[in-house]
């Protein structure tokens, strides 16, 4: 027999949140880690707040549904808070009950300077990393930089002392970083992927993955691949200022001086060879290894990171303008990525 369709809303629910999303959902596993987090991160979100005046929106749900729109990889905030009106599974994961109103999108412009900032997604990146101990590597880790289009267009990038510059038009002009700034985003520099490609207003973004399962163990935007290299390099030192460490990295990393200052550090390089038309800073004192050659294998799964934080992490080209914004969102899409396979992680090794 044909059903009839009711036309008449029911007016009670008599099923909640918890019971609607599916026990083996992926992010439960995640809400369990991102929960204890937080928990852990409530005596600093104290210091942020005024002790009087109007209650805000907690920071704890402003970053869960950030995760959100990383995991799910929505456009803007204006549309998070859209999914957030009407998807029950975001309300479930923020903690939000069915019909408690959702906050306006413009809360989270308000709180980039307080809480979203990089000093706390710095924060709750080591603390993520904190629970993914057990499946960290010690001593072998791979460096990689990547291209992060900036929120600006070609015709923003114009002289720096307002002189003969068309921003409408600059074809055969000859544009330099140092000389050239764009209008919409001065943080943004302008740069090449790679020889003959075209160059784009961007910013550098630079990760280190442990090589035991690619998570990330370091992260940071902003300067040269040789610096950041140095930079994340000596700051792994100095948490294991004793034992061995690798660093494995490609050609672009194949410089006398870095593999120098990294051997001072009593870093082993692991870097690749770049033989064309120069003589590379390693030789095979150090390719000759085992060691050497299992760094070059498992070094790849660093493009991993960068296939998932650009596509889905919303890292193409980014919607925020500023070296501080922009990093902020680094460094919080390198906690989203670890977040996302720590529950794999401890479903493989169970």
């Known amino acids: 027999m044909r059903g009839s369709e009711s036309k008449q809303q029911p007016v009670f629910s008599y099923v909640s949140l918890e019971e609607r999303v599916p026990a083996d959902h992926p992010l439960r ?13 409530s005596g600093r979100f104290d210091k942020l707040y005024a ?5 805000s929106v907690p920071p704890e749900r402003l970053l869960r549904a950030l995760l959100l729109q990383i995991f799910y990889s929505v456009r803007s905030e204006r549309m998070l808070m859209q999914q957030l009106d009407y998807n029950l599974l975001f309300r479930w994961f923020v903690g939000m009950d069915v019909d408690e109103p959702v906050w306006n999108h413009a809360v989270f412009s308000k709180n980039r300077e ?8 710095r924060e709750f990146f080591t603390q993520v990393l904190a629970q993914a101990e057990s499946y960290l590597s010690k001593e072998h880790f791979s460096v990689d930089g990547t291209l992060i289009e900036a929120w600006a267009s070609q015709k923003s990038f114009q002289p720096k002392d307002g002189g003969d510059g068309d921003g409408a038009n600059f074809h055969g002009q000859q544009r330099r970083n140092d000389t050239h700034e764009s209008r919409t985003d001065p943080d943004a520099r302008l740069y090449r992927k790679s020889s003959g490609s075209e160059a784009k207003l961007s910013y550098l973004g630079h990760v280190m993955t442990e090589n035991r399962n690619g998570l990330i163990v370091d992260a940071m935007l902003g300067t040269a691949e040789a610096d950041a290299a140095l930079l994340m390099a000596a700051a792994m030192r100095e948490k294991r200022p004793h034992g061995r460490i690798t660093l494995g990295a490609d050609k672009a990393y ?27 800073a390693i030789d095979d004192r150090t390719t000759r290894h085992r060691s050497y050659r299992i760094s070059q294998q498992r070094r790849p799964l660093i493009e991993k990171v960068f296939g998932w934080m650009k596509p889905i992490g919303g890292l193409r ?13 680094f460094q919080y899409a390198a ?3 670890n977040l996302w396979r720590i529950p794999r992680l401890r479903a493989a090794n169970a």
């Open 335 to 337: 906690a989203a990525y």
């Open 114 to 121: 307080r809480l979203l900032n990089e000093e706390v997604a």
């Open 254 to 280: 194949d410089q006398r001086e870095l593999v120098g200052t990294l051997r001072e550090l009593e870093i082993t390089v692991h870097v690749a060879q770049n033989n064309r038309h120069r003589r590379s």
């Open 51 to 55: 002790e009087v005046g109007r209650p």
């Open 29 to 41: 596993a995640i809400r369990l880690v991102v929960d204890k987090i937080l928990a852990g991160m």
């Open 317 to 329: 080209k980014v919607k925020l303008r500023g070296l501080e914004k922009v990093g902020w969102l």
